[in-house]
């Protein structure tokens, strides 16, 4: 279980404080939890914060009790905290099936990196020896950090970051598909920030972040519904003026 409590983080800019994340307090032990809101709501930043990647200015972040306000993003990933950045880091020198294997800590057979990278819509064949350098496209680096995320085998919480951006269609079902299995084992929970609805489609809970706060926050079947209606009550004014247009 993670426990956010009272979480703010600000910055310093052209002298002034901003703060992004404003006394934000959750509770995260369902199996799948999808945050969505605007841009530049503060989404990414808050799971920057639970990665370790930023240290709050204020408040605490508990894990299964424990503080781990103060860990780096290593420490918390011998903790069990894994994340997938929305922008993949490159690895010039080391393939793909370096980086499988060292995100496993352990040497792995064929099969299973056939296994993880067909998770992501890649063919081992094609790929099990290519270097994770500049020589990828975005959507092939983001689907092969997707698949060293899912090697992690004492990652309790996977923190994904905009998993969508980047990746085709075919491969975002094949994502979707990695998703509902992870959340059927139910051996790991799944963290996602997301605008996707098929993703909020399978999460057990929404958060909604706006403004640096936590606007909404409940069950899927509760939060969706309210989100989608949103959605078409913010459509309608464009969709009349184009109707007014052509007219």
């Not at 959605?231 to 009349?240: F, G, L, N, S, V």
Request: proline share 3%; with cysteine; glycine share 8%.
């Amino acid at each position: 279980m993670l426990e956010l409590q009272n979480i703010s983080y600000g910055v310093e800019q052209d002298g002034d404080s901003k703060n992004i994340l404003r006394d934000i307090s959750l509770t995260i032990d369902e199996r799948f939890v999808a945050i969505t809101g605007p841009n530049g709501g503060g989404k990414s930043t808050l799971a920057k914060v639970i990665a370790g990647i930023l240290t709050p200015t204020q408040g605490r972040i508990l894990l299964d009790g424990e503080d781990i306000t103060g860990l780096d993003i290593t420490q918390r990933a011998q903790k069990g905290i894994s994340f997938a950045f929305q922008q993949p880091v490159r690895f010039k020198g080391l393939t793909v099936l370096d980086l499988l294997e060292l995100s496993a800590e352990e040497k792995l057979p064929r099969d299973k990196v056939c296994s993880l990278l067909g998770e992501v819509g890649l063919c081992s064949k094609e790929y099990i020896n290519r270097e994770a350098d500049s020589s990828l496209s975005g959507g092939e680096s983001k689907r092969i950090e997707i698949a060293t995320v899912l090697a992690r085998k004492n990652a309790s919480m996977l923190v994904f970051d905009e998993p969508e951006a980047g990746i085709d269609l075919w491969s975002f079902s094949n994502l979707i598909e990695a998703f509902e299995r992870l959340k059927a084992e139910g051996s790991r929970s799944l963290l996602v920030i997301s605008h996707q609805e098929r993703i909020m489609e399978i999460a057990d809970n929404i958060v909604v972040i706006a403004g640096g706060k936590v606007r909404t926050c409940g069950k899927k079947d509760d939060v969706l519904p309210t989100l989608l209606a949103d959605e078409k009550t913010e459509r309608c004014p464009m969709d009349k003026a184009k109707r007014e247009v052509r007219a």
